[in-house]
């Protein structure tokens, strides 16, 4: 009776309720929460204490068989039947409940070494080696929905889910190692996304099942906007395998740097925007609260690495599309591309953060909220950092200015103020480890204990 009345009461309820349980009982859950009050903003906020017991496919330098966007997480496991299976966690937010499904992989060959779902086509996707060689990877897509558990009808599939190929070559990160895929080489049919021989750095993500960003680290970095060829008015005379290639839309430009800095990888990431798994046209409601991340790694001589993120919504996209013209599907093939300077769209759209490998005073950013974190005075014996007062969270007003440090030729200075939350650190003054950060949720990573079975200890905060 409470697992079905619980997620149709109010919050606040919902907290009362689990106030009552028995530590025993919420142990002895596949799922275990932990509910007690915060205030971040002048507003309640509920903490979930997740325990993930990953089984037999465990986080080591090699793999990281999880994922999370969007309220989704996902953790790879075997079953006794020697077959793998992807647990698919929604997580409660402040307006409802959480679930939680398996999904059993009997074709897959091999423990995956990476696992990334795609919100807005609703599919899953795993990187497993290849057995040609280490540095080789083949990505597949799982198509079945990360709602239901159910393949998708076939009628609702994009091309890309029949036709997908992908082989990965990865730089080797020793800090984090699979947390991005920064090399993509993928083939749709007969013809490749960017050029891979010269620029094969680069990243990719939906906006929406016909937008396509692809971050390229050309000179001071591009956001390519692409639609596939067959949703647009195609002339009658293309050969029928040019149907189901790309159609470039819009360049947009970065800004520019210094030539004694270059970007070694662009990632970049895109929250679905609402309704964005249906098919139809997108009015302008529907495509407000998507939020569209860029994270560059910059690169010296003298200074080491440095990375960027850039963030802004959705709406800047479309917005663009209509500006010049090029909103699919009711437009004809482009015949020339349109590049828009950084000084045309950037400084009124974009959030720009600069994180420091060194001091990671920034972990996680999304849309206007940006975690600061706070490192352990036990985590650096040598250079201890004095206990600090956390201020409260508050509205940064003032621009973001970025200096020359990251290598830019001119300071770039963005105007959309963001939100800054602060988080306290784990119980028993252990610092996590990581970050993720969606609209509704921070996930705040513990480091696993190192012995075999260890559990991954998050903390979930809903504000």
Known sequence: MLKGTVPSLPAELQVKIFECLDVIDLLNCSVACKFFHDIIRD??????RIQLAIDGVSETEDARPWSYSDGVLCYVSDNSLLHYVVTVVQLPSLSGGGSSYDIELADLSSIPVALTHDATQDMLALVTRMAMGHSNYLVAIETRSLRTGEYHPTTGLSPLSFYYLAFVSHKNDTRRPFSEINIWRWRLRASLIGDPDTHPAADFAFLTPNILLLAQPKYSGYIEVLTPRHTLQVLP?????HLHSFVHLLSLQLPDRSPYFYLNTMTISCEPTPGSLDQHPFSGAEVNGGVISVACTVLDYRHGSRI???VFH?????DLLVAYNRLP????VPTETITIPWIDWGPDACRAFMIDPWKEDICAVYGNCVVLGCRDTAEDPIRPRPPRDRPPAEAVTAPTFLHEEPGFQDPVETTLPYVAIDIPNADNREAYCDYLLDGQRLLAMKPRADHEGAEQEVDVFVF
């Open 237 to 241: 005379d293309l050969d029928i395998q």
């Open 329 to 332: 599907p009711s437009i004809p």
């Open 43 to 48: 507003r309640t906020a509920l903490q979930y």
């Open 314 to 318: 959705a709406r800047t996209i479309f």
């Open 308 to 310: 960027v993120n850039f």
